[in-house]
């Protein structure tokens, strides 16, 4: 039984490696791709099992129903050559309902010079790209140990005068155990939905065929990076300080499966010191982060957290950083 158990689990990681070949670069809208919350990858992206804050949004939107909280988060994220990216999420807990929040996370990439094949030393024009996401999610406590979640998510991406829009779904669970100090796991598939297709004014074009005749290209239709988490983790009391590790392993369509762990220490619940490590990325392995959790009278729990991320082939383009502001009220 366990012979057969280990030649299916290197069968589907076999398989899930030649997929992710074949299908390397095939996804539209890649700003999905990139993880929210200084608490979140401070701890190397591994949290769909932890999922404690309005970043499960993100990551697991099972997680919201957890605790019955009141929630906001604000997230900024500056990214390569200037790119910035920016969420904003909140969650209200109904009553014996569960949990309802609405998020936004965009991306913007500055300004970019206009090229041409005419103009291939620029235009002395400029132009962005634009992506949001605007998403609603909803979790319920099924049982005292199991949460299950959606979200329902609209997205566009905006290049100069094109623009493609996406209709997609999350989909996640989150179970606490009995055992290994009530040990949480979590499932989760992220961008399930509809392909992107952009449309257009600079897609309209004059073909000269004896004479001039205007004609609109077609483009293809893209898939959006579709995930499947899954994820562990618990807590360890050391008597001076709580310990909370996690581990996840993050398969997609267009890359081979990857994996996350993540530490975080925490003295009496106020100073936080994260770390983690992430395999299988092109492009990033070591994470290290920081938290203060303090409560304020009249506005609830406040949090600051914040996440370096290394990146060890990149160093033309520079490391990376995570801050985000939470409260809890």
């Known amino acids: 039984m366990k012979r057969a158990t280990f030649i299916l689990i290197a069968a589907i990681l076999v398989a899930g490696n030649v997929w992710a070949i074949e ?11 990139i993880e929210v919350g200084g608490r979140a990858l401070g701890m190397g992206g591994a949290f769909s099992a932890i999922a404690s804050d309005a970043s499960a949004l993100y990551y697991n939107p099972a997680g919201i129903a957890v605790g019955q909280k009141s929630m906001a988060m604000f997230s900024h994220n500056k990214w390569f050559v200037g790119t910035r990216l920016n969420f904003a999420g909140v969650v209200l807990p109904i009553r014996g309902y569960g949990a309802v929040g609405m998020w936004f996370y965009g991306f913007n990439s500055g300004d970019i010079k206009e090229t041409t094949i005419y103009h291939p ?18 979790a319920k406590m099924m049982t005292d140990r199991l949460s299950v979640g959606g979200s329902f998510k609209l997205i566009r991406e905006s290049i100069l005068h094109e623009n493609a829009t996406v209709i997609a779904a999350d989909f996640g669970s989150l179970y606490r155990t009995s ?17 992107a297709k952009f449309e257009g004014r600079d897609l309209i074009i004059q073909v000269p065929v004896g004479r001039l005749v205007e004609t609109e ?3 293809y239709n893209w898939p959006i990076p579709l995930f499947f988490r899954i994820g562990a983790s618990s807590n360890i009391n050391l008597n001076v300080a709580n310990m909370t590790w996690a581990v996840e392993v993050v398969d997609s369509r267009d890359a081979a499966p990857r994996l996350n762990l993540g530490i975080e220490l925490s003295l009496k619940q106020t100073v936080f010191v994260r770390g983690g490590y992430r395999a299988g990325y092109d492009n990033n392995s070591v994470t290290m982060g920081i938290g203060v959790k303090s409560s304020l009278p009249g506005l609830g729990k406040l949090s600051f957290d914040y996440a370096y991320i290394y990146q060890p082939v990149s160093e033309k383009l520079g490391d990376t950083q995570r801050l985000t502001l939470g409260v809890e009220f």
């Open 217 to 219: 290209m077609n483009t």
């Open 179 to 195: 055992f290994f100090n009530n040990m949480k796991l979590s499932f989760v598939l992220s961008n399930f939905g509809s392909m």
């Open 121 to 138: 030393e620029g235009t002395g024009r400029y132009f962005q790209v634009n992506d949001y996401l605007i998403g609603m999610s909803y």
């Open 23 to 33: 299908n390397t670069g095939t996804s539209a809208l890649n700003f999905l791709k």
